[in-house]
C-alpha cells in the first residue's frame, strides 16, 4: 500500500506533445506538491495545494497546469513539451504546510524523456 | 530568502568509517531543518528533522544531526557507514512561518568495501 503513488513511472514522449502526470496520497495529508528534479540532482519545487487551494505557484511556464480534484489527488498537465522539459518530476505530500513543519513524503518520481 | 548549502557534491568513506555530510543554511528566522535521503530510482525519505529545543537530533538508520546556529550548520553524521548508506542526501530549511522547503544541491555518498 504505497503512501504516495505516481503513474506513469515513466514517460517517453515527442516534443509539442502535451501529458499529464497523476498523483494520489493515501495518507489522508492535506497538502501536495509537486517538485523537479534536474539531471544534476537539483530540486526545485513548482507548486503546493493546501485543501485544493493553490499556495505555491513558482516561476514555472505556464505549459505547466496542476490541478487537484480532492485533498488526495494532484495531477500535473505539460502542453508543448519541449527538451528542456525531461526530468524528474516528483511529487510530495504533507500534514499541514511547511509552516507547521511537518516534513513530507515523496512519490518514486516520473521520469519524463522528450524526444 | 532563506538557502542551503552542502559541501561536497560527493563524499567516499569507507565501511565502518565515519559519515559526515555537512550542510550551512541562512534564515534571517529561525529555521526548520531537515535531512533527506534518495536511493536510487526513489523519492525522497527524511531522515530527520530540527524545529526547536534539543540541538542533537537522532534519526533512522543510525544517523543524527547537530543544530548550531552560531555556525548556521547542521551536518549529518553516522558513526559507522554501511553498504546500505551509499545514496544521495539532501539538506532542506524552511523558514518558520513560511510555506517553501529550499532543498540544497545534494551530496552523493559513497562506501567502499
Known amino acids: 500500500d504505497t503512501a504516495v503513488s505516481q503513474t506513469p513511472k515513466y514517460l517517453v514522449t515527442q516534443m509539442g506533445n502535451d501529458k499529464s502526470i497523476k498523483c494520489e496520497q493515501n495518507l489522508g495529508h492535506d497538502t501536495m506538491y509537486w517538485y523537479k528534479q534536474d539531471s544534476k540532482k537539483f530540486l526545485k519545487i513548482m507548486f503546493s495545494y493546501n485543501n485544493k487551494e493553490l499556495i505555491i505557484n513558482e516561476t514555472v511556464p505556464n505549459r505547466f497546469s496542476p490541478k487537484s480534484p480532492d485533498k488526495a489527488h494532484l495531477n500535473l498537465h505539460i502542453n508543448s513539451l519541449e527538451l528542456g522539459d525531461s526530468a524528474v518530476y516528483f511529487c510530495?505530500?504533507?500534514?499541514?504546510?511547511?509552516?507547521?513543519?511537518?516534513?513530507?513524503?515523496f512519490g518514486d518520481g516520473t521520469r519524463l524523456s522528450i524526444l | 530568502a532563506q538557502s542551503v548549502t552542502q559541501l561536497g557534491s560527493h563524499v567516499s568513506v569507507s565501511e565502518g568509517a565515519l559519515v559526515l555530510l555537512r550542510c550551512n543554511y541562512s534564515s534571517s528566522v529561525p529555521p526548520y531543518l531537515f535531512w533527506y535521503v534518495q536511493y536510487p530510482n526513489q523519492g525522497l525519505q527524511l531522515l530527520l528533522k530540527?524545529?526547536?529545543?534539543?540541538?542533537l537530533v537522532k534519526g533512522i538508520n543510525g544517523f543524527e544531526a547537530e543544530f548550531k546556529k552560531s555556525e548556521t550548520s547542521f551536518h549529518l553524521t553516522k558513526p559507522s557507514a554501511h553498504m546500505s548508506d551509499a545514496a544521495e542526501y539532501f539538506c532542506a530549511v524552511t523558514r518558520t512561518g513560511g510555506f517553501k522547503t529550499i532543498f540544497g544541491a545534494g551530496t552523493r555518498l559513497f562506501v567502499k568495501a
Open positions: 510530495a505530500s504533507s500534514q499541514g504546510t511547511t509552516r507547521d513543519n511537518q516534513p513530507q513524503h
Open positions: 530540527y524545529t526547536t529545543g534539543a540541538t
